[in-house]
Structure formats: C-alpha cells, structure tokens
C-alpha cells in the first residue's frame, strides 16, 4: 500500500486566520515532505522531514510552520497568510530520506487565502 | 544551477496516435531522474525511475529512456485515460537529501 492521505481536500481562510494542514502515512516511511504547486507549475518543494527532524527548509516564510508529532504524521501550521499562498499544498513521503528513494505524494490540499 | 526543461508543453492526440514527450535536463551530475504522472488536483503518481543513459522502463502503454541529456516517455497506442500531465524530475548528485528538480510538465489530452 502506497498511500498517503492528506486532510482537509479543501481550505479557505482569510488572512487572519490560523489553520493546520495534515498528512498521514502507514507505510513505515522515515521521510515526508511538504511541496507546494501553483497552477499549471511543478511542484517547489518546502520542508523535508527526516527520522521526524527538520532537514530541509527552503526559505518559506515563518508564515509557515510545519511539525512532525510522530513517524507516520505530519502537520503544516498557516498563520497570517497572503493571497499568493493561495496554492494546492502536497505532502509526500519516501521510505528513507537518502538519495533517489521514490517518493509517494498525497492527493492535496487545496488552499484559497482570501 | 540544475535545470529541467519539458518540451511540449501542452500535446493533443487522437486515441491511437503514439507520441513521445521530451525531458531535457542539465546539471553537473545526474543520480537519477524520475517520471511521475498528475490528474487535474491531484497529487503525482510515481510512473519510473532511470538512473544511468541507456536504461528503459516500461508500464502498460508508457515506456521511458534516458540518454546523457534528456529522457524520453513514449506512449503508444494512447487511450483517453492516458490524459493527464507529465512530470519528470531529476536527482543531481550534489543535491541535498533526496531534493528533487521537477520539470514544468507537459499535458497530454487524448482525444477519443
């Protein structure tokens, strides 16, 4: 099974608010990824857990605050965002975070800031 | 800088009529490149993975292959289920983790 869920499928929220995006996986995956993709543009990638630490943060805007509470979950934190953030948000996951393991992406969330 | 560039971007064929999009990519060393298939608002779903020029994978009507340069996915035989956008993406070989640069996509439509 290679799955990886992603809740809500839909957010909107106004500039003021403060909600959280979840991913979940139960395939023993020690790697998970949050990405976010414009329309009709690839995916950018974010963060990059490792073993449930932060490895990789892409510069995003503290805006954007991620988190991973355990090995199988992982959470993004949206406080204060703008309209450009407006964006389906895709969380992946790999089974290591070493080099070329594949990774699996969730269905989305799709975000509308107004 | 890594680069990956897709080439068509936006491909109409008829239910029948093969066709090959084109993945270009440089960087100063490839580990690997992946292929990876989008729907409309839904995550990518991983399709291959290359690792050195000369390689071929198939699946069904899909088959990959990559030289020192660019990667190839043909589609024979297309059917309408096959519309959907084509991403590749690549592993350079000092990127860090398992950091990805994806290509802009193309989208494929087929037409019945």
């Known amino acids: 099974d290679t799955e990886v869920t992603q809740t809500p499928k839909h957010l909107v929220m106004g500039m003021t608010n403060k909600k959280s995006l979840k991913c979940e996986q139960h395939?023993?995956?020690?790697?998970m990824y949050w990405y976010k993709q414009k329309a009709k543009k690839p995916p950018e990638l974010m963060f990059v857990y490792s073993y449930e630490k932060l490895s990789i943060n892409e510069s995003v805007p503290s805006r954007f605050s991620p988190e991973c509470p355990n090995s199988s979950l992982l959470n993004l934190h949206l406080h204060a965002l703008q309209p450009e953030d407006s964006a389906l948000y895709l969380c992946?996951?790999?089974?290591?975070?070493?080099?070329?393991?594949?990774?699996?992406f969730g269905p989305g969330t799709r975000l509308l800031v107004l | 800088e890594d680069q990956v560039t897709q080439s068509p971007e936006a491909l109409r064929l008829q239910e029948g009529e093969s066709s090959s999009l084109n993945c270009s990519y440089t960087?100063?060393?490839?580990?690997?490149l992946f292929w990876y298939r989008q729907d409309p608002g839904k995550g990518p779903e991983f399709l291959f993975t290359?690792?050195?020029a000369g390689e071929e994978k198939e699946k069904e009507r899909l088959k990959a292959t990559l030289t020192k340069k660019e990667s190839f996915l043909h589609i024979t035989a297309p059917k309408p289920e096959d519309s959907a956008t084509y991403l590749c993406?690549?592993?350079?070989?000092?990127?860090?983790?398992?950091?990805?640069?994806f290509g802009g996509g193309t989208r494929v439509l087929v037409k019945p």
């Open positions: 395939m023993g995956h020690r790697a």
């Open positions: 960087v100063s060393g490839l580990r690997g």
């Open positions: 290359l690792y050195s």
């Open positions: 993406a690549v592993q350079a070989l000092e990127a860090a983790g398992n950091k990805l640069t």
């Open positions: 992946a996951s790999s089974p290591e975070p070493a080099p070329m393991e594949t990774q699996y």
